[in-house]
């Protein structure tokens, strides 16, 4: 009988010792991958739908959040391996946010580019085509209740031809297949997700960043091309190995000294290690780049730099923060936030069918007034959903009306305030500012 047992046995563990199947950084098989772009005046999420297998059609959704004046918005997908490519393009029309789907086609998993041209500039995304394969346990399973059938066959044949011997062999391999498909049934859920990524081991240096505009000092009310290299703390080299990060390869926020001046915007890629926008100088003065981005074996960075829009009139400014916004106010509890503990910030938003935005249903990002610091937070609910479940997708608008954040200042003093959501796929920012008391303070 243990003979009988042995190919059975040993057949199991080849199965369950078999390989993992793929998984990006970050990224399962089964899990779309988002890319949010800047580029040809407007503001678009590019997602690329999961596969269920290649080769086959490649659905790639460009959501426009700002379409601008619009245009035509070029795709091209290609393979890193063997060169393989797909075209297709979308027309984004002015003034109308919304999805615009398209379809490529993959012919192989693996490394993959893809290309987004709209407008005269040119964007490259570097990503992973992966497809989802069946979990170990479940091949187990499968096998496992196949080689019962054949034992309980044999069982059967052998009592018909009154062989005992063999009737017993079998009865027993029935017996032991069974037990093993039930067994790792029932255990299944403490297994390890398959595909899921493994934990991260950080061996990279932070990159360091060069911040440059064109021209160096852009003139009040004209275009400007704000770029970001990137290059590795160790070897000099481009730092070209940044991983998707909230739907965005880098999050880059441009904020004017007194803050009137606001942009959260997402560059595109133009070479290894570069990162490119074009924005328009609407308020003179000193302004601050901040540049948010994970790079692959070295974490989440945020790095910052700062230039100058020349005031022709010389006018003094003075002290004049952003003021709050005139339509919905959020609330803050407590009504008095003071540093070091937690306060809960609340935005009726009036709408109830919000649409997720890089991947939440709503962003809070801050300043310390003297731009010494910059946080961002995201909506708690949609946080929780994307912790347990998937990312939440724009094609759903399943929030509101109310948006709440949570979040602890680091130290007292004054915080200029973004709340940004998406209402029709169109982005709504409302500013806010928060006077932060020192504990202890009386307040």
């Not at 005046?41 to 999961?50: I, Q, S, Y």
């Not at 009310?221 to 160790?234: E, K, M, P, Q, W």
């Not at 004017?256 to 001046?261: A, Q």
């Not at 609340?346 to 007034?369: E, K, N, Q, V, Y």
Request: contains cysteine.
């Amino acid at each position: 009988m243990i003979n009988r047992l042995t190919p059975v046995l040993l057949a199991l563990v080849a199965l369950l010792a078999w390989a993992s199947p793929a998984a990006a950084h970050g990224r399962d098989a089964e899990a779309d991958a988002r890319f949010a772009q800047t580029i040809g005046g407007m503001e678009l999420t590019v997602v690329v739908r999961a596969s269920i297998r290649v080769p086959a059609p490649l659905q790639v959704d460009v959501v426009a959040h700002d379409p601008g004046k619009g245009g035509q918005v070029e795709l091209a997908v290609r393979s890193v391996e063997n060169g393989g490519s797909s075209t297709a393009s979308v027309r984004v029309e002015g003034g109308r946010p919304g999805m615009y789907p398209a379809i490529l086609r993959a012919q192989d998993v693996g490394p993959h580019e893809l290309e987004v041209r709209a407008g005269g500039e040119r964007s490259v995304l570097p990503f992973s085509l992966l497809v989802p394969t069946t979990p170990r346990w479940e091949v187990v399973v499968y096998a496992a209740f196949a080689c019962g059938a054949v034992a309980l066959l044999g069982a059967l044949a052998s009592a018909a031809l009154r062989r005992r011997g063999a009737a017993v062999g079998f009865a027993g391999t029935f017996a032991v297949a069974i037990v093993v498909a039930f067994t790792t049934g029932a255990i299944s859920p403490w297994f390890a997700p398959e595909g899921a990524p493994a934990p991260e081991t950080l061996t990279r240096p932070n990159a360091q960043p060069l911040v440059e505009v064109a021209p160096e000092r852009p003139a009040l009310r004209s275009a400007y091309r704000l770029r970001v290299t990137l290059f590795d703390g160790s070897t000099g080299a481009p730092a070209d190995d940044l991983a998707e990060h909230h739907a965005a390869l880098a999050h880059l926020v441009v904020t004017s000294d007194d803050g009137r001046f606001f942009r959260h915007v997402h560059p595109i890629r133009t070479a290894p290690g570069v990162y490119e926008v074009r924005l328009r100088a609407e308020q003179p003065g000193r302004h601050l780049v901040y540049v948010e981005f994970e790079r692959a074996g070295a974490g989440g960075q945020l790095v910052s730099g700062t230039f100058t829009v020349p005031d022709p009139e010389h006018r003094d400014r003075g002290d004049r923060p952003v003021t709050a916004s005139t339509g919905a106010r959020p609330v803050t509890e407590p009504a008095h936030p003071v540093a070091g503990r937690p306060l809960r910030l609340t935005l009726d938003t009036g709408a109830t069918a919000l649409r997720p935005w890089l991947g939440m249903a709503g962003h809070l990002i801050l300043r310390s007034h003297d731009g010494g610091y910059l946080g961002h937070v995201h909506e708690a609910r949609s946080m929780a959903d994307a912790t347990a479940a998937r990312v939440p997708d724009e094609s759903v608008a399943r929030y509101g009306p109310r948006l709440e954040f949570v979040f602890s200042f680091p130290r007292p003093g004054r915080y200029l305030v973004w709340i940004q959501y998406a209402r029709d796929y169109r982005i709504v920012t409302v500013p806010h500012v928060i006077e932060v008391a020192e504990e202890g303070s009386g307040r």
